[in-house]
């Protein structure tokens, strides 16, 4: 009896449908831990975002409080802004005191010029614009100018007789905090794909494992039902199985047996029908006469 071979498709559908359940689980968790590690991720570089820029800024403003206080304590004693010999040294003190400082300028309001500053050749030139308009729409004593590198974080001058004389400017460098953050977000990033990878390779051996069994049933009802297999029905099977595959195995072979029956018959009707135009072309050249 005819017996049609077992297809390379059929094998690979077999061995898919086995591996589904096991797809399945894996991916179910996989996608739960990528989106728990993401969140995670980004919930912890915006906590060191935050923190890292609040203790930057708290540095930058302790700085330029601290150089507010010195300087106004001078003007108090009713010394005028402009004859302040005291100051540079003063600014040089607040300058060392934070290493990313580039320079500290003290400037007056009425002329609009530098009157002392770290930076030499700034010393008589025209305030910055900026600088004047910041401090003039701030709400507070502070003010400050970011958005670019160098940032600028400056802060008012007031004597006991006038409010508003001058100012101070502190101009900062924040390309090391951002490499900073640049570096933890690396880290972040790093950290987490590492721990998606060992986890993913941990998820897909105990899914492998988890479903075994699973996958070993399906193969041998995959076997137990393939007409073409020569082996009897796994004892390993539920016994409710056995009887009903018995059955569909039977029923199998017996369509294919009626299938090849059906092929040779139509082969043979054919070879037939070719033998009968042979055999009428013979008849018809000798009745007609024609050679």
Known sequence: MPIRARSPGQLLRS??????AATYVTLALLVSLAFVLALATLLNYSKFLTTYTELSDRRVALVTAWTRDSIEVLLNLGLELKGLQAAPGVLEQAKARYPY???ISLFETA????LYSTLSDQVGKATPPTWLSAQANATQATWHIDGEDPAVAGIRLDSSFLKGLGGIAIVYSTADAHAKMELMRERLTLTALTVFGAFALLAIILALLATRGMRRTLRGLADALDPSSDRAVDERLPEPLR???MAFREATTQAEAAL???ERDLAASEHGKAKDGEAAAPAGMAAGGVP
């Open 111 to 114: 002329s609009g010029r530098i």
């Open 101 to 103: 400082i580039e320079s």
């Open 243 to 245: 009887a009903p595959i």
């Open 260 to 262: 090849a029956e059906a």
């Open 15 to 20: 061995l898919r449908a086995s591996l589904h």
